[in-house]
């Protein structure tokens, strides 16, 4: 008999089990069947958020941190659990096992079921990750822009008692997506935001993408194709330094114990 699938799920910033379960909320309303398993694993220290270069650069460090023994785990594919895709370059550097981030999955998803996508936001500080990534990609020609609700964002807690006053104006949103912007398709701009994603499918006429998901179907995928990232471009590192990324890790969690 075969053994079961690993998915590893890093989660970007520590959480309670409680907290965490929010998050494996997303992987619960979907059918994958009895031979895959997925895991979530939150990093151990984190910065405030994900908002300018300077949190970008923390959540790669933190994220691949949290995924260095992922393959030694005995795990098949890492997906990521941040449309900042934070990490997922190094550590396909150093895993050989697919490494999957939502962000570009949602937007490269979005080209295939559309013509032109937009973003649905909560806070409009999170542009500049979307603008990183499009233009990473070059396809800015395809994107409509963002909709932010500029609510207040709760990484940890996610939408869970906010649902009343947040997902109409999350509606709000997709309709000036789609009238003002012209958006074929519209993605959600977090995956602290997959909670909103049935009511706002059941209310808007155009594909809602909900990344988490998105990532996780499409390690099912990979999984099942035998694929994974191209070691032609995602080169190893010369010389690795894992025990001084732990030892920074640990010093950073001390910190904010002890703030």
């Known amino acids: 008999m075969a ?68 393959q030694e785990d005995g795990y098949d594919v890492v997906c990521i659990d941040t449309v900042s895709d934070s990490g997922v370059a190094a550590l396909r550097t150093i895993l050989d096992i697919p490494v999957i981030g939502p962000g570009r999955a949602s937007f490269l998803l979005a080209m295939l079921l559309g013509d032109k996508f937009g973003v649905l936001a909560m806070w409009d500080r999170w542009s500049g990750l979307y603008k990183k990534t499009l233009e990473e990609l070059g396809i800015g020609h395809k994107f409509v822009g963002v909709h932010s609700i500029d609510a ?79 070691r032609q471009y995602y080169k190893p590192p010369i010389v690795r330094v894992d025990e001084t990324l732990r030892a920074m890790l640990d010093g950073a969690v001390e910190v904010q114990k002890n703030p």
């Open 3 to 70: 053994r079961k699938k690993r998915v590893l799920v890093i989660v970007p910033f520590p959480m309670t089990e409680e907290q965490l379960g929010f998050r494996q909320q997303q992987h619960a309303s979907l059918d994958f069947g009895p031979d895959i398993e997925f895991d979530y694993r939150p990093v151990r220290a984190a910065g405030g958020n994900l908002v300018s270069p300077y949190d970008w650069s923390i959540g790669d460090i933190v994220i691949l941190e949290a995924g260095l023994s992922a």
């Open 152 to 230: 207040g964002v709760d990484n940890r807690n996610l939408l869970s008692g906010k649902e009343e006053e947040t997902f109409g104006q999350l509606e709000e949103g997709c309709w000036a997506l789609i009238n003002d912007r012209g958006a074929d398709v519209i993605c959600l701009g977090s995956t602290s935001m997959h909670q909103a994603h049935v009511h706002l499918s059941g209310k808007i006429p155009v594909p809602i993408i909900n990344p988490g998901p998105v990532s996780y179907k499409l390690a099912e995928a990979v999984l099942g194709l035998g694929l994974s990232h191209s």
